[in-house]
Nanobody, 125 residues
Framework: VQLVESGGGLVQAGGSLRLSCAAS???????LGWFRQAPAKEREFLAA????????AYADSVKGRFTISRDNAKNTGYLQMDSLKPEDTAIYYC????????????????????WGQGAQVTVSS
């Protein structure tokens, strides 16, 4: 499965962006996660779905500001980002994996086998 992110860019603090993650193959039975990595920092978990989208998890840093969604018919996932802050500046990655079932929502990067190339998000103050 190949993943391609789009929708990144430059936005002022307080603004919004929506990132998309288009998958090349079937998407409906895969866990989907979003991560970001700022310069000189480790990759940070943001939000994820379990394999069927029935369960979600969010990092405290983005809870209430970011919303994860998915359209299985389009093999596409989304990350809606509102009330953006300068500290949200980073490269954003989507990730997917087909090995996890039940209500488990993978929250760490090594649990995901498939990754997109990343999308730059820059928030100006």
């Amino acid at each position: 499965v190949q993943l391609v992110e789009s929708g990144g860019g430059l936005v002022q603090a307080g603004g919004s962006l929506r990132l998309s993650c288009a998958a090349s193959g079937p998407f409906s039975t895969k866990a989907l996660g979003w991560f970001r990595q700022a310069p000189a920092k480790e990759r940070e978990f943001l939000a994820a779905f379990n394999w069927n989208g029935g369960s979600t998890a969010y990092a405290d840093s983005v809870k209430g500001r970011f919303t994860i969604s998915r359209d299985n018919a389009k093999n596409t996932g989304y990350l809606q980002m509102d009330s953006l802050k300068p500290e949200d500046t980073a490269i954003y990655y989507c990730a997917a994996d087909s090995r996890f079932y039940g209500s488990l929502v993978p929250r760490t990067a090594p649990l995901y086998a498939y990754w997109g190339q990343g999308a730059q998000v820059t928030v100006s103050s």
